[in-house]
């Protein structure tokens, strides 16, 4: 699929980063995603973080001007996202709704 | 009957707790310790967080001997604190909620203390000195907001305290506070220091540059006074201040019952200084151990139990973090 707005952030010479993370269920990828989004990047100017979720796949997508603040988006992210896939693993399976 | 679990984790201490309608069932926590001279760091304090959390979660579960089925409602501290810290808990509150199909509830920070305090103590309508790392207030119930009185205009007394223990490079275990605590006990002589009380509010920053300045390099050295005796004569000083200020809000507020709350109302000595005022005005102080006292999970399952229980919940979309939350901001709907 393609990254909407691709083209234009290739001419502005913006930086791109994917993640696609698959989960066991929809139902998992939906708790995470709600998890995760409630909180706005920290930074104000320079990043954006599109979070989306798509059947079981979590998908996050990244545009940043500068390397060093892509880092510590992505790199907090990760954190942020282990700890939920570690919460789920020790107190998961959801319950039946 | 309604049981609730509350995370707590918006400085360096993480705990989980579990209340059923007034009785702790559970309550375990950990604190991340620094070295001397060093204070935590939001990132560090998080990755800390990060690792213990669920360990910590599980043996709150076990300690209480409850199932996530008889849970009825998660509770976080939703603020103030710090940035990372704060959604390192929410991040794991938000999950569970969601994998036990169970309401989630945002709670001020400040009035989990005040709620626990109530709770532990069975103090009614007390006029509340919360004293923290992070926080300084007095604070009186009216009309559906708790109130604040009086407060720091800069830091927070237990920064205070924090930041002259790493200055004199006394260890932050188990606390920069007790150690200061213990150590006063040992000094021979008070020392004069600025004493800053603005109308209701306090300020604390001078004196800490004051001793930074004066004493750590001219006295310290020259044998004019110990360490101890430093010691001794900050909290004689800070306290005084603190209770002060509470005297005045309660002539305000006509109150007869003073409850201090937060990390730094387990000094005894402060207990001590309260009790005396207290005597005169013949009114009663309330005050806990460190065990509710300092930062704990109870403490956030209390003000959710309140919350929860007079209708309240927190949709996931708006269970944001903010590290600033004043505790007036809160529409209090569990008090007439």
Not at chain 2, 20 to 37: C, F, H, K, M, Q
Not at chain 2, 82 to 95: D, F, I, K, Q, S
């Given at each position: 699929?393609?990254?909407?707005?691709?083209?234009?952030?290739?001419?502005?010479g913006k930086?791109?980063?994917?993640?696609?993370?698959?989960?066991?269920?929809?139902?998992?990828?939906?708790?995470?995603?709600?998890?995760?989004?409630?909180?706005?990047?920290?930074?104000?100017?320079?990043?954006?973080?599109?979070?989306?979720?798509?059947d079981?796949t979590?998908?996050?997508?990244?545009?940043?001007d500068e390397?060093?603040?892509?880092?510590?988006?992505?790199?907090s992210f990760?954190d942020?996202?282990?700890?939920?896939?570690?919460?789920?693993?020790?107190?998961?399976?959801p319950?039946?709704? | 009957?309604?049981?609730?679990?509350?995370?707590?984790?918006?400085a360096?201490?993480?705990?989980?707790?579990?209340?059923?309608?007034?009785?702790?069932?559970?309550?375990?926590r950990?604190?991340?310790i620094?070295?001397p001279g060093?204070?935590?760091?939001p990132?560090?304090?998080?990755?800390?967080?990060?690792g213990?959390?669920?360990?910590?979660?599980?043996?709150?579960?076990?300690?209480?001997?409850?199932?996530?089925?008889?849970i009825?409602?998660?509770?976080y501290?939703?603020?103030?604190?710090?940035?990372?810290?704060?959604?390192?808990?929410?991040?794991?509150?938000?999950?569970?909620?969601?994998?036990?199909?169970?309401p989630?509830?945002?709670?001020?920070?400040?009035?989990?203390?005040?709620?626990m305090?109530?709770?532990?103590?069975?103090?009614?309508?007390?006029?509340?000195?919360?004293?923290?790392?992070?926080?300084?207030?007095?604070?009186?119930?009216?009309?559906r907001?708790?109130?604040?009185?009086?407060?720091t205009?800069?830091?927070?007394?237990?920064?205070?305290?924090?930041?002259?223990?790493?200055?004199?490079?006394?260890?932050?275990?188990?606390?920069?506070?007790y150690?200061i605590e213990?150590?006063?006990?040992?000094?021979k002589?008070?020392?004069?220091?600025?004493?800053?009380?603005?109308?209701?509010?306090?300020?604390?920053?001078?004196?800490?540059?004051?001793?930074?300045?004066?004493?750590?390099?001219k006295?310290?050295?020259?044998?004019?006074?110990?360490?101890?005796?430093l010691?001794?004569?900050?909290q004689?000083?800070?306290?005084?201040?603190?209770?002060?200020?509470?005297?005045?809000?309660?002539?305000?507020?006509g109150s007869?019952?003073?409850?201090i709350?937060g990390g730094?109302g387990?000094?005894?000595?402060?207990?001590e200084?309260m009790?005396?005022?207290c005597?005169?005005?013949?009114?009663?102080?309330?005050?806990?151990?460190e065990?509710?006292?300092?930062?704990?999970?109870?403490?956030?399952?209390?003000?959710?139990?309140?919350?929860?229980?007079?209708?309240?919940?927190?949709?996931?979309?708006?269970s944001?973090?903010?590290?600033?939350?004043?505790?007036?901001?809160?529409?209090?709907?569990?008090?007439?």
């Amino acid at each position: 699929m393609a990254v909407p707005g691709e083209e234009n952030n290739h001419k502005q010479g913006k930086l791109e980063f994917a993640l696609d993370v698959p989960f066991p269920s929809t139902r998992e990828a939906s708790i995470a995603f709600k998890s995760l989004i409630p909180d706005r990047e920290p930074r104000k100017g320079g990043i954006s973080k599109e979070i989306t979720v798509s059947d079981s796949t979590l998908s996050v997508r990244w545009r940043a001007d500068e390397t060093r603040i892509l880092r510590v988006s992505v790199g907090s992210f990760m954190d942020h996202l282990t700890l939920v896939m570690e919460t789920m693993e020790a107190f998961g399976p959801p319950v039946p709704v | 009957m309604t049981v609730v679990i509350g995370f707590e984790g918006s400085a360096n201490k993480i705990g989980v707790g579990i209340i059923r309608d007034g009785e702790v069932l559970s309550n375990p926590r950990r604190t991340y310790i620094t070295p001397p001279g060093q204070g935590f760091l939001p990132s560090d304090t998080a990755r800390h967080h990060r690792g213990v959390i669920l360990t910590v979660l599980k043996e709150a579960l076990e300690e209480a001997g409850i199932k996530p089925d008889d849970i009825d409602c998660v509770a976080y501290t939703k603020g103030p604190g710090m940035g990372a810290p704060l959604v390192t808990v929410a991040l794991v509150a938000r999950t569970v909620a969601q994998l036990w199909a169970k309401p989630l509830l945002g709670v001020n920070h400040c009035i989990g203390h005040i709620e626990m305090g109530r709770l532990i103590t069975q103090a009614n309508n007390p006029t509340v000195l919360y004293v923290s790392g992070g926080n300084t207030q007095v604070i009186a119930y009216s009309e559906r907001r708790y109130r604040i009185f009086g407060e720091t205009i800069d830091i927070a007394v237990g920064n205070c305290l924090d930041r002259f223990a790493r200055v004199i490079k006394i260890s932050n275990d188990p606390s920069p506070g007790y150690n200061i605590e213990q150590m006063a006990k040992r000094g021979k002589q008070y020392v004069e220091l600025p004493y800053t009380v603005k109308g209701m509010d306090v300020s604390f920053s001078g004196i800490l540059s004051y001793i930074e300045v004066t004493f750590t390099s001219k006295m310290l050295t020259s044998d004019q006074c110990t360490a101890e005796d430093l010691c001794f004569s900050l909290q004689e000083t800070l306290f005084s201040m603190l209770v002060e200020i509470t005297e005045r809000a309660m002539a305000h507020c006509g109150s007869q019952e003073v409850l201090i709350v937060g990390g730094v109302g387990c000094n005894i000595r402060l207990q001590e200084m309260m009790g005396v005022m207290c005597k005169e005005r013949g009114a009663k102080l309330f005050a806990t151990d460190e065990r509710f006292c300092i930062d704990n999970g109870a403490m956030i399952a209390q003000a959710g139990w309140e919350m929860f229980r007079s209708g309240q919940v927190t949709e996931l979309s708006d269970s944001w973090i903010t590290q600033r939350y004043r505790t007036d901001e809160v529409e209090v709907t569990w008090r007439d």
